[in-house]
């Protein structure tokens, strides 16, 4: 980000919720929407990307990537929730965001514990991941839960993954 935060209002807010249900919507389509010009849109969502407060990519709905065909192999869902020492807080917040499976990660309400939300190929690589994670300096306990079937999912409120994080490592 260049220069100073700027200040939003709720049209860049209602910009930003129809661009999120669908990033393809035309500037057309959203200005007669929220009743300002297209190039209102135009503009606000240029100071929008330009400040990193909005970016417009992807963003795979992991709920109908239930199919493990050798076309759309699944993706699985996995909570992470650990209990940390204390004091060791930033340090496994660190480990967990350095291991690539870890999508998203919370600080939750209790004490000294962390959320992350995992993506990986298998069941046994949710075996793998929670093992590693157990390894970690700093971890009082840990639990896992594997996320058997997506009743209701919501990429606009919290993208779990996106065609950069599904895409086949190379190397």
């Not at 190039?39 to 240029?46: A, C, F, S």
């Not at 939750?108 to 993506?119: D, F, G, K, S």
Request: negative net charge; proline residues 4%.
């Amino acid at each position: 980000m260049n220069g100073p935060f700027p200040e939003t209002d709720p049209l860049d807010r209602e910009i930003a919720v129809l661009l999120a249900h669908d990033a393809r919507t035309s500037f057309r389509q959203i200005a007669s929407a929220v009743g300002v010009t297209e190039g209102t849109v135009r503009t606000r969502v240029r100071r929008l990307q330009a400040a990193g407060l909005l970016r417009l990519e992807p963003i795979i709905d992991i709920a109908s990537c239930d199919d493990d065909s050798a076309q759309a192999p699944a993706r699985h869902m996995a909570f992470i929730t650990v209990r940390c020492h204390a004091g060791q807080m930033d340090q496994v917040r660190a480990a967990l965001l350095a291991m690539a499976e870890v999508q998203a990660l919370y600080d939750a309400n209790a004490a000294h514990r962390l959320v992350a939300i995992c993506l990986v190929d298998s069941v046994a690589d949710v075996a793998t991941l929670t093992n590693a994670v157990f390894a970690l300096d700093g971890i009082r306990d840990a639990e896992s839960e594997i996320v058997l079937q997506t009743i209701k999912y919501n990429a606009t409120i919290g993208p779990i993954a996106t065609m950069e994080g599904l895409a086949p490592e190379s190397g």
